[in-house]
């Protein structure tokens, strides 16, 4: 890319609602309730990769067409899974192409007969491109792996005298390519003496395995013809009052009426109002805090919204209950305010990842890894390297928990990343994270990259319209970077709009990027001292991180988050004095942290998230032993050493913050029922 062309990765403007509004329609969770029904897709598949050479004898023989079993051999499938580790073929575990999932559903009479009803088919995720049929009808592509998308099929389920019965099938595409988000590469490896005619690998510029299939929900839901298809909420506060401010949006006829009520825990109605938009007020509000920073932490409202409207077939009412959380989010030169108090990220970096079900949502294991994080007294985490399932986003706002929701912008290492293509579909992207998760009082903050490529003049990353300050005041914008001395890189370059036209700098949009995780006003640091050089030197930590933290802190005058740091742990290998991946090195390397951290802590550091919450599965290579092993857990869920080390710290931080100073001790530990 030319030079008079690129522009910064920088920041994505100050921009919340077109972002979400950009996409045609909403994305709200499916529920239940007198107007919407639900039928999980979840449990066995049907379920074929194809291992032919170019891999589309699928597409050429149309499997699509007829039963997935008149076509050939199938297997088993669970869905929700990643089907890379779910069978003893070694084939399976590395594939890299077209894999081919096939269910039959049986619907409900109701379904096919009613004509008021819209019968919808939703994909919590599918990595990473997909093509559905419907009884062997082209239905619904989407490109991306993480996130949910959706198509209304009544007009394929309401066609007469058909039996109810319903083939959906899925093709699904794991092909890492320049243009997809995380982005790769195909090498065919040509000399013949060493590799097969046609011989061909997945390059990655990521440190976790490349999971694949269909790793989250599939389900059908129903709603009337007209039908509410998104909320959009943002909260303030005005003296003792919580002001709840909504917009809401139909489809299927312009004839309804909306009522809008507002209910507290206890289902009592706290505010009422009408119309697709407006303000609710809440006298005595109960707000929204995180997790140890206030006797009654997630404190959720219900919002209730009821459609009536007139369609030739008749009246239709329609009904969505929205939890929210009404909190404020603020920054200042030195502090992270969550409803005007200051606000200390002590958590964790995650992934989603377990033995044997890979990336796959999994509510045992989802439930477990919350009550790990409240036994171990975090308040945070951020969701590297991609959006999480909508269930761990709900169970962050149950618990209060707080979020910095990133999208799957990793590993953009290379110059071919950045290009048109690339930059055009991140921006869809970042629109279909805000779309899902813009209602989530628990995320704080949208990070739009890890770790790109900043020094290159073709980098480039996406300003996602209304994304910021003016139309969402409380969530912050960021992207991680890497580099521990190198001096800014973007700073001053201009930034995209939504069309990928040039638009001028803002003059708060700076981008660092010195190990550093940095938001258009405050920024977040990476970094590996006495991990990925000066190896073993514990003693040059303290050091290193206050030059770090002082050099950055005097040129930007931005808080600062620890969002990195940590060292390569085997569970069981001890060694004293300490050495390198022995539990008493990871001990040792993170309380020489955490005195470097307590130096700042008072002043400008607003935070610091371990990496990683646990250990997780990666590519294969000579320095990686069956994965990544920074985890303070094992991959499992049992604790190393330093787990307890970080219980320790983070319930006295979590003391402090809610106790006076002179009085802070063991009052979380005790009262706790998670000791």
């Known amino acids: 890319m030319a030079r008079g062309s690129a522009v910064a990765w920088a920041a994505l403007g100050p921009l919340l609602w077109g972002c979400a509004l950009g996409l045609q329609g909403g994305m709200l969770y499916p529920q239940e309730s007198p107007s919407r029904e639900c039928k999980e897709l979840d449990g066995l598949w049907s379920f074929r990769a194809d291992f032919s050479d170019n891999r589309r004898r699928g597409f050429e023989e149309q499997w699509y067409r007829r039963p997935l079993w008149e076509s050939g051999p199938t297997m088993d499938m669970p869905v929700p899974s990643s089907f890379n580790d779910i069978s003893q073929d070694w084939r399976l575990r590395h594939f890299v192409g077209w894999v081919w999932y096939e269910r039959e559903v049986i619907l409900p009479e109701r379904w096919t007969q009613d004509l008021r009803t819209r019968v919808v088919l939703r994909i919590g995720s599918a990595h990473s491109y997909a093509i559905v049929w419907v009884n ?98 943002t909260t303030s506060v005005e003296q003792d009052s919580g002001l709840v401010n909504y917009q809401i949006s139909v489809k299927g006829s312009n004839l309804f009426k909306l009522e809008v009520r507002l209910l507290d825990a206890e289902n009592k109605v ?105 036994w171990l007294g975090a308040n945070a985490f951020r969701t590297s390297h991609y959006p999480y399932a909508e269930e761990v986003m709900q169970m962050c706002d149950r618990y209060g928990i707080v979020v910095i929701d990133e999208c799957p912008g990793v590993g953009l290492a290379l110059p071919q990343f950045f290009n048109n293509v690339s930059l055009h579909h991140h921006m869809q ?27 290159l003049e073709s980098a480039v990353l996406p ?17 991680v970077g890497v580099s521990a001395s190198r001096p800014a890189q973007w700073e001053g370059r201009p930034y995209p709009d939504s069309s990928g036209d040039q638009i001028s700098t803002h003059p708060n949009c700076g981008f660092l990027f010195c190990s550093f995780f940095f938001f258009l006003r405050w920024s977040l640091t990476i970094c590996y001292y006495s991990w990925y050089h000066d190896y073993g030197h514990l003693e040059l930590i303290q050091l290193q991180l206050a030059t770090q933290f002082e050099n950055w802190y005097k040129k930007y005058q931005k808080p600062i988050i620890q969002s990195e740091y940590g060292a390569e742990t085997i569970a069981g290998f001890h060694q004293d004095p300490p050495l390198m991946f022995t539990e008493e090195y990871q001990k040792s390397l993170l309380e020489q942290y955490h005195l470097g951290l307590d130096q700042k802590r008072r002043k400008y550091v607003v935070g610091e998230l371990i ?64 000791t």
């Not at 690998?201 to 013809?225: K, W």
């Not at 813009?438 to 770790?451: D, F, I, Q, R, T």
């Open 611 to 674: 990496w990683n919450f646990a250990d997780f599965m990666t590519e294969q290579s000579p320095t990686r032993v069956l994965g990544n092993k920074k985890g303070i857990f094992t991959r499992q869920r049992q604790p190393k050493s330093a787990a307890f080390l970080l219980r320790e710290r983070y319930w006295k931080i979590a003391n402090e913050t809610r106790y006076p100073h002179s009085v802070a001790k063991s009052q979380c530990l005790e009262n706790s029922p998670f």
């Open 463 to 479: 300003a996602c319209p209304r994304l910021d300050w003016e139309g969402d005041p409380g969530r912050w914008l960021t992207s």
């Open 136 to 233: 062997g009808v082209d239905t619904l592509e989407h490109e991306g792996g993480y996130l949910p998308f959706e198509a209304d099929i009544s007009n394929l389920v309401q066609v007469g005298p058909l039996p109810s019965r319903l083939r959906i099938t899925i093709a699904i595409n794991n092909t890492l390519t320049p243009t997809t988000l995380p982005p790769g590469t195909i090498q065919y490896l040509t000399d013949t003496s060493k590799y097969p005619k046609g011989y061909f690998v997945q390059n990655t510029y990521f440190d976790f395995f490349n999971y694949a299939g269909l790793q989250r929900s599939v389900l059908l839901y129903t709603t009337p013809t007209t039908y509410i298809d998104d909320i959009t909420v």
């Open 270 to 374: 706290v505010a009422n109002g009408t119309g697709t938009q407006g303000q609710l007020k809440v006298p005595g509000v109960s707000l929204w805090w995180p997790y140890l920073m206030h006797e009654r932490p997630a404190y959720l409202y219900s919002l209730e919204v009821q459609l009536t409207a007139q369609t030739s077939l008749g009246p239709v009412s329609d009904f969505y209950t929205l939890p929210v959380g009404i909190r404020t989010v603020a920054v200042t030169k030195s502090q992270f305010l969550i409803n005007g108090k200051p606000f200390y990220f002590h958590g964790v970096n995650k992934h989603e990842d377990a033995d044997i079900r890979g990336k796959g949502f999994d509510w045992p294991l989802l439930v477990k890894d919350f009550n790990l994080l409240r």
């Open 429 to 455: 992207v970042m629109e279909e994270v805000v779309r899902r998760d813009k209602n989530h009082p628990a995320v704080v903050m949208w990070s739009v990259a890890n770790e790109p490529a900043s020094h």
